[in-house]
């Protein structure tokens, strides 16, 4: 798993930005909830193995092709070039899907996680870190408005840039 301060130097990389030039990509912000209350309970040490934990989960469900960085704190971002909304929707309900089946080995601890998408067009003119900021929001929202349904919170929100009306039929 990489880290923010490697996910800031690959993004401002003229290499990456020739990568991205002709194909959409897809950006995933995870969170885990209250993760906070691991920490609390069982120590920090405890706290890193779940996080690793939950990344390995992560990087076994994407394409070797993505990339998978802590962003922050308790915050998990995938990278997912040459991947549309759609079908960044089809592996976040692949990844819901594992983690509701995913038992961490510490007693008494059920965590939930909270996902956000936001995809990238090659046609717009957002920068790659304003979709990171909407990634980030939508996994947000996501979160506070199902602070109360643990099973909606381990589902995704989708968003992406808004399509024109200029579109041909």
Do not use: C
């Amino acid at each position: 798993t990489f880290n923010r301060h490697f996910f800031s130097e690959y993004v401002d990389d003229d290499r990456y930005a020739e990568l991205l030039h002709d194909a959409p990509i897809s950006l995933v912000m995870v969170d885990i909830d209250d993760f906070y209350q691991v920490n609390d309970r069982f120590g920090h040490t405890e706290g890193d193995r779940v996080l690793q934990s939950v990344a390995e989960l992560i990087r076994r469900e994407v394409r070797k092709l993505d990339m998978v960085v802590r962003y922050g704190g308790d915050e998990i971002i995938i990278i997912m070039p040459e991947t549309n909304e759609g079908q960044a929707a089809t592996v976040m309900e692949r990844l819901r899907s594992k983690f509701e089946a995913w038992t961490p080995e510490l007693e008494g601890l059920n965590l939930s996680i909270s996902f956000g998408v936001a995809s990238w067009d090659p046609s717009e003119k957002e920068t790659l870190l304003e979709v990171v900021d909407k990634a980030d929001q939508f996994m947000y929202h996501r979160r506070q408005e199902q602070v109360h349904d643990r099973r909606a919170r381990k589902q995704a929100i989708i968003g992406g840039p808004q399509r024109g009306s200029g579109s041909e039929s």
